[in-house]
């Protein structure tokens, strides 16, 4: 070819002699062969480059990795980058070029090709500097270091509202073929990161289009870990007007942390022993505090089933009972019970002919009854209603609290109704009451009105219940019943089912009397008294006040209306007092209006968040609410639901331990779950607005266990929870009880910073538990571990 070529030249000049003709036809040759030797070596050094470039085959070959950038173990200059995403999207406003939609042909051909190559020469794939591919690879590893599959949670994640096509297409193939068009812009991504690319090939990197043509912010569809305008739902603002943290403020504030967790008394490695407590499997330690209760000058006011928190919180482990099962799945738990798991006889003796349990062979069974619904809950609730059509179960009232709930039955059947109960009785006044309603898959904790307001915010309640509960509303000036009066939203309903009612013992008479006089003089209107006549009960229901105009004409103050200066909605560990808040004036205030009916008060901005008020994230309060909604329905959809492996059929009782607006658990509304949503008492109160949306939920300091028995959840979430805790308590005592609290096989999913998710991996590990999910991106980072079936042998050897 060269020589042909070279004649044809050499034919177009003048003749000349022979040996001037053989003088350049010899040099044209030679200068045709070096160009031919250039061009060879050009192409050898090319197809080297491609192969590197295009590592993602060997990559593809661990299910579903997602090119984020640099991991927890990136050079400083990589993390560096990373932080410029997460927190900046003004910088990603410019022009998008056309060109990567002009290469997506060759790059597919070129995707082909390597692949073959990358297998047949796996050393060609050492060229690429070790450094570079470690920052750009996931870390999706469980217990044996192997993905399984899960990358799956956080790349679906990440397509954040990407049409259903996109989704589709950005499913890894784990077959090691050719990998799909969202995988391809990710190889993009990593040639320019390892320093491979040209000019042309960036702006594909710095920014992405989607199909419709828009594009996105700085990839602001990932809800692992949002960057730019979604890193607000990660981290709530320090400053009152709206805007991010700086990098500055958030590197202060690590520091910090690793600086007090150094002299929290943290550790790396871990020794951990079985809990030496008289309650045994039972072992709750602010209600098992045997030291303290000793030490109570007087219990004539349930002090001792009040909470007393060990001074140390307790860093042990509470032992199984011995044959515990798996718990049966919802609904049929509601109908009966593993008897190895609550191996407790005392209360079907007790209370087995009122039809609240009974045992038989393997199980305990509950028929459904109670005190004062011996022939079921259900007919009990529907009378309820017919005897008030107004009070509307599952559309006006949705959140009911039930005192002295027994087994809790009627939160049980509630559901039936759509309406969420919150029970709660002492521990020990009737042998494991709540325990069995927890194992049963419903709704309680352990609690007693006795000194202190009960953990809730004010005005929050639709309905209260007390089927009797033993509770002696009359006496002390009616201190606890102003406290139930405190939690009843205004216009709301209490329903009283006692012999008081329907009975004409001395006794009772003089109760009736006692109670008639105290809700007149509270305002409250009995709307209904009726009979049971299948159960043979009676109860009244009685409304709360929607304004203060009854207030303002009684003829005495008493109950007297409590000081401007009492916040009712203190409620962490404050005192009692026999006296009644006003209610709320003006249409803006919380409690002016009754919520939207359900379901949907759910999705209901609350109508007294406005613009004027800075949220939690540093947004308006009414945007801040809804950014945060539309936030956890992306992540529960796409990663929780669908990418962790959870067999979601096998959970029902959840807690969110550190919940903002309710948002993860509104998202999970399509599951057969309840959620407590946890407001710890150092976050910003926004309890009120759960309740709003028709969901419940606590206050509580997790520094101090929960009131909960042992093994009663079967999923625990914590949204940067325990970074925030390190400051205050010991990690290991919190993970302790995390480990009490969640029932064997039991999953915690925690987003939080990445040194934090080390230190929690760390603990898991050193209990045998299943790290199912593990995955970091500069300095943030997600968990998902499973809780083992069984103690570790050297704990069964100390005991």
């Given at each position: 070819m060269a020589f042909g070529r070279g004649g044809k030249m050499d034919g177009r000049r003048p003749s000349s002699s022979s040996s001037s003709f053989c003088t350049t036809t010899t040099v044209v040759v030679f200068v045709a062969l070096c160009l031919v030797g250039a061009w060879m070596m050009t192409s050898s050094t090319v197809f080297p480059l491609e192969i590197s470039s295009n590592k993602k085959p060997v990559v593809n070959q661990q299910p579903a990795p997602v090119s984020f950038g640099a991991s927890e173990?990136?050079?400083?200059?990589?993390?560096?980058?990373?932080?410029?995403?997460?927190?900046?999207?003004?910088?990603?406003?410019?022009?998008?070029?056309?060109?990567?939609?002009?290469?997506?042909?060759?790059?597919?051909?070129?995707?082909?090709?390597?692949?073959?190559?990358?297998?047949?020469?796996?050393?060609?794939?050492?060229?690429?500097?070790?450094?570079?591919?470690?920052?750009?690879?996931?870390?999706?590893a469980d217990a044996n270091g192997k993905s399984e599959g899960r990358s799956d949670a956080v790349k679906n994640e990440d397509d954040g509202d990407n049409?259903?096509?996109?989704?589709?297409?950005?499913?890894?193939?784990?077959?090691?073929?050719?990998?799909?068009?969202?995988?391809?812009?990710?190889?993009?991504?990593?040639?320019?990161?390892?320093?491979?690319?040209?000019?042309?090939?960036?702006?594909?990197?710095?920014?992405?289009?989607?199909?419709?043509?828009?594009?996105?912010?700085n990839s602001n569809s990932n809800e692992v870990f949002p960057d730019g305008a979604q890193s607000e739902l990660l981290k709530e603002s320090n400053t009152q007007n709206g805007s991010?943290?700086?990098?500055?403020?958030?590197?202060?504030?690590?520091?910090?942390?690793?600086?007090?967790?150094?002299?929290?008394?943290?550790?790396?490695?871990?020794?951990?022993?079985?809990?030496?407590?008289?309650?045994?499997?039972?072992?709750?330690?602010?209600?098992?505090?045997?030291?303290?209760?000793?030490?109570?000058?007087?219990?004539?006011?349930?002090?001792?089933?009040?909470?007393?928190?060990?001074?140390?919180?307790?860093?042990?482990?509470?032992?199984?009972?011995?044959?515990y099962k798996r718990p049966i799945e919802w609904p049929k738990s509601r109908d009966k019970v593993w008897y190895s798991n609550v191996p407790h006889t005392k209360l079907a003796e007790y209370k087995g002919h009122q039809n609240w349990v009974k045992v038989s062979g393997d199980y305990l069974l509950f028929p459904g009854g109670g005190t004062q619904f011996k022939n079921g809950a259900l007919h009990y609730i529907d009378t309820i209603q017919q005897a008030l059509p107004d009070i509307a179960w599952g559309k006006r009232s949705r959140v009911i609290l039930d005192v002295g709930c027994g087994v809790a039955s009627f939160g049980g059947y509630m559901f039936d109704r759509d309406a969420l109960t919150m029970s709660f009785a002492p521990k020990d006044e009737h042998e494991a009451q709540v325990q069995f309603a927890l194992e049963r898959g419903i709704p309680a904790i352990s609690a007693v009105m006795g000194t202190k307001r009960l953990p809730y915010p004010s005005r929050v309640f639709d309905v209260i219940h007390c089927a009797r509960c033993r509770v002696p509303w009359h006496i002390e000036g009616g201190m606890l019943l102003l406290e139930l009066n405190r939690l009843l939203r205004p216009g709301g309903y209490f329903v009283w089912s006692a012999t008081p009612v329907y009975q004409k013992l001395a006794e009772d008479v003089e109760i009736w009397n006692?109670?008639?006089?105290?809700?007149?003089?509270?305002?409250?209107?009995?709307?209904?008294?009726?009979?049971?006549k299948l159960n043979q009960v009676g109860m009244a229901i009685y409304q709360k006040p929607m304004d203060n105009s009854c207030y303002d004409k009684r003829s005495e103050n008493s109950p007297p209306l409590c000081k401007d200066s009492d916040d009712a909605n203190a409620a962490w560990k404050v005192p009692l007092e026999a006296c009644m808040h006003k209610l709320p004036v003006g249409s803006t205030v919380r409690g002016a209006k009754w919520p939207e009916s359900w379901p949907q008060r759910l999705e209901k901005t609350p109508f007294w968040l406005n613009g004027s008020q800075v949220g939690v994230y540093g947004k308006p309060a009414n945007e801040d609410f809804e950014a945060d909604n539309a936030h956890w329905k992306r992540v529960v959809s796409k990663s929780y639901v669908n990418g962790m492996g959870i067999d979601?059929?096998?959970?029902?009782?959840?807690?969110?331990?550190?919940?903002?607006?309710?948002?993860?658990?509104?998202?999970?509304?399509?599951?057969?779950?309840?959620?407590?949503?946890?407001?710890?008492?150092?976050?910003?109160?926004?309890?009120?607005i759960i309740y709003e949306r028709g969901l419940f939920g606590m206050y509580h300091d997790w520094c101090e266990s929960f009131s909960t028995y042992p093994r009663t959840y079967d999923l625990l979430h914590a949204d940067h929870l325990f970074s925030k805790l390190k400051k205050r308590c010991k990690l290991m005592a919190v993970f302790a009880e995390v480990d009490r609290v969640l029932r064997p096989q039991g999953k915690l999913i925690v987003r939080d910073t990445a040194d934090t998710i080390n230190d929690l991996e760390s603990m898991a590990k050193s209990l045998q538990w299943e790290v199912r999910m593990t995955y970091t991106k500069g300095k943030e980072g997600l968990l998902c571990v499973e809780k083992?079936?069984?103690?570790?042998?050297?704990?069964?050897?100390?005991t």
């Open positions: 173990d990136s050079s400083s200059g990589n993390v560096g980058e990373s932080s410029g995403k997460f927190e900046d999207t003004d910088n990603n406003d410019n022009t998008v070029p056309e060109e990567p939609n002009n290469k997506e042909a060759p790059e597919e051909e070129k995707f082909t090709e390597n692949t073959e190559k990358s297998e047949e020469k796996p050393e060609e794939k050492e060229q690429e500097p070790p450094k570079e591919r470690e920052d750009t690879k996931d870390t999706f049409s259903e096509e996109k989704k589709d297409d950005e499913i890894t193939n784990e077959s090691g073929d050719e990998k799909p068009d969202g995988e391809r812009k990710d190889d993009q991504d990593e040639k320019s990161e390892s320093g491979d690319a040209t000019k042309e090939e960036q702006p594909q990197i710095e920014e992405k289009v989607e199909e419709n043509g828009e594009k996105e912010q991010f943290p700086t990098q500055a403020a958030e590197s202060k504030n690590e520091k910090e942390v690793q600086a007090s967790s150094k002299t929290s008394g943290d550790q790396t490695s871990y020794s951990w022993k079985l809990c030496n407590s008289s309650a045994s499997t039972d072992y709750i330690p602010c209600l098992d505090n045997e030291k303290a209760i000793k030490k109570l000058r007087t219990t004539k006011h349930y002090e001792h089933r009040e909470r007393h928190c060990p001074e140390e919180p307790p860093t042990c482990l509470v032992p199984l009972p011995e044959g006692a109670m008639s006089a105290l809700t007149k003089s509270m305002c409250w209107k009995m709307v209904s008294k009726t009979k049971d979601w059929s096998k959970v029902r009782n959840v807690m969110d331990m550190r919940a903002v607006y309710g948002g993860f658990a509104a998202a999970l509304r399509d599951q057969k779950v309840w959620v407590m949503n946890i407001v710890p008492i150092d976050s910003p109160d926004t309890l009120p083992s079936m069984w103690r570790p042998k050297e704990l069964e050897a100390s």
